[in-house]
């Protein structure tokens, strides 16, 4: 595989539950961040991790808990979540300090809170 | 703080012609860089076009082409010969690079594009 993977595409969860969503990317960037997308709404960011260090964390409640155990891999712990919290999470990834040639994004987790 | 705005929410175009997207940012930065992302309805991110403000000239990709005015912030992207595949959402988009630290990205709200046939 190429690129960013996100899994699951779609996620139904309910306020009490507890879940994770999972970024994968296989490009050898160093650097992946999370956004929430929301309708009517500029792209959020939520946390970055740059060489596995969280660098960022733009007050975001802690019902949302990041993790990145290696430069590939980032998660989203979720848990006791509100209705409000529905929208599409997003994965980028970056290779920082090597010119700028953006990010690159999944395809997102559409989450819907019940 | 910098912030995009996209003053335009939906456009629409018929195919084979040419449209314009606007988009202005608010920065007392001198070095950053300015994108344009487009996200079709199978919600991936795709970067259409990038241009680094220390360039005068103007950012080029095939049918992709932008009009950078650094004085006035402006930043929009034209689309010639629009296609019935460049239908999706648009994403203007700042990153600073003050002091050689590169910034996160910053988007706009967006602008949704419609291509008729």
């Known amino acids: 595989e190429t690129g960013v993977t996100q899994t699951p595409r779609h996620l139904v969860m309910g306020m009490t539950n507890k879940k994770s969503l999972k970024c994968e990317q296989h490009l050898g960037h160093n650097a992946m961040y999370w956004y929430k997308q929301s309708a009517k709404k500029p792209l959020e960011l939520m946390f970055v991790y740059s060489l596995e260090e969280r660098v960022e964390n733009n007050s975001v409640p802690s019902r949302f808990s990041p993790e990145c155990p290696n430069s590939s891999h980032l998660f989203l712990h979720l848990h006791t979540l509100q209705p409000e919290d529905s929208a599409l999470y997003l994965c980028a990834s970056s290779q920082v300090h090597v010119g700028d040639y953006g990010y690159t994004f999944g395809s997102g987790t559409r989450l819907t809170v019940v | 703080a910098q912030t995009v705005t996209q003053s335009q929410p939906e456009m629409s175009v018929q195919e084979a012609e040419t449209v314009t997207l606007s988009c202005t940012y608010d920065t007392s930065e001198s070095d950053y860089y300015l994108f344009w992302y487009k996200q079709p309805p199978s919600r991936q991110m795709i970067l259409v076009i990038r241009?680094?403000?220390?360039?005068?000239q103007n950012a080029t990709e095939n049918r992709f082409s932008v009009n950078f005015q650094k004085a006035a912030k402006s930043f929009s992207l034209k689309i010639s010969d629009s296609q019935l595949g460049d239908a999706a959402m648009y994403f203007c988009a700042y990153r600073t690079n003050y002091g050689g630290s590169q910034g996160n990205l910053i988007f706009g709200k967006g602008t949704k594009l419609s291509v008729k046939p």
């Open positions: 241009q680094e403000a220390y360039k005068q």
